[in-house]
């Protein structure tokens, strides 16, 4: 597989085309902020399960979609975990030295996201078109994972605005979970990230900003909250210890998406486009070190 590389000299990043067209790396100031597998990836298995998917995973952020959660083998365009465009190869359209733009076509789908990068940041800007002679669901989620150096020390969640929160299932599932202030949720402590968090995960909605921050350094990453009204939060601390988890994964996932859970296409958090309608969303990461007490 081809790496290609973004760089300036305070940040430079890593894109694999071939593997989903993931960020597998980005490093600031030589601190790594992205999450990486804990072991050499397996080629992708198409229609894999969750088991699959990880053993394929090279880490970083990739899209989901047009699926994200779990498998779902039916219909015309039957899905594998977490979508079939997010494991397979996507084409470069264009390249300079700050910037890339990918193409992946397939199931009367086409999907493009540019990805451009300064001294701070990284954007991302995705569509996808449904080319197909009849209205298609679909699910799409940015999957940004945090980890590696960021994931240190106790890491601070906070949301920006009158975020409303819910937990989910570890799967995804809410279970008939409510959303409620996020306030409400600091008795479980969600607002702090250390290697004593259970594995989790929990959902966002009414906000398009969040900061999350360790000692050192502060990333916010903001999206449009129009077509990704939902931001999934992952916690794995090397807490999982059954397969295929095995204790070995470090990740935080700042996931903005278009469903409300992880259940996938085959529960009802879908966005149905039409014939020929195109959606379009961003997210923007940037970084920044904290100024010293």
């Known amino acids: 597989m081809m ?3 973004l760089a300036t000299e ?14 597998t790396h980005a490093v600031f100031q030589g601190q790594n902020f992205l999450a ?5 990836s397996v080629e992708p298995k198409f ?20 699926n994200a959660g779990s498998e779902y083998l039916h219909g015309k365009y039957p899905q594998g975990f977490h979508g079939n465009a997010s494991q397979a190869a996507w084409s470069i359209c264009e390249k300079t030295a700050h910037s890339l733009s990918l193409e992946w076509s397939d199931e009367n789908l086409k999907s493009q996201r540019s990805i451009t990068i300064n001294e701070s940041g990284i954007r991302l800007a995705g569509s996808l078109v449904n080319r197909d002679t009849e209205p298609r669901p679909v699910i799409v989620t940015e999957h940004l994972i945090l980890g590696s150096d960021f994931l240190k020390t106790a890491v ?49 909605s009414d906000i398009s900003c969040i900061r999350v921050s360790n000692e050192n350094y502060e990333i916010e990453i903001s999206w449009d909250a129009e ?4 931001l999934w939060i992952w916690e794995e601390m090397a807490f999982t210890q059954e397969h295929p988890w095995n204790g070995e994964y470090v990740a935080l996932g700042i996931e903005p998406s278009s ?7 085959g529960g009802g958090s879908v966005k149905t486009l039409a014939v020929d309608e195109k959606l379009n969303w961003s997210v923007q990461l940037k970084i920044k070190k904290r100024a010293s007490k």
């Open 3 to 5: 790496i290609h590389t």
């Open 10 to 23: 305070e940040l430079s990043i890593s894109v694999l085309p071939e593997n989903g067209g993931a960020i």
């Open 36 to 40: 990486k597998a804990p072991h050499p």
């Open 47 to 66: 229609l894999g399960t969750e088991q699959d998917w990880v053993a394929a995973w090279n880490g970083g952020w990739q899209p989901l979609l047009p």
């Open 156 to 204: 601070r969640l906070e949301p920006v605005g009158n975020a409303q929160f819910r937990e989910l299932a570890y799967d995804g599932s809410a279970n008939g979970a409510e959303f409620g202030p996020w306030e409400s949720f600091h008795n479980t402590n969600w607002s702090v990230v250390t290697s004593q968090t259970p594995a989790r995960m929990g959902v966002f």
């Open 227 to 230: 077509n990704l009204p939902y």
């Open 259 to 265: 469903a409300a859970d992880g259940v996938g296409l």
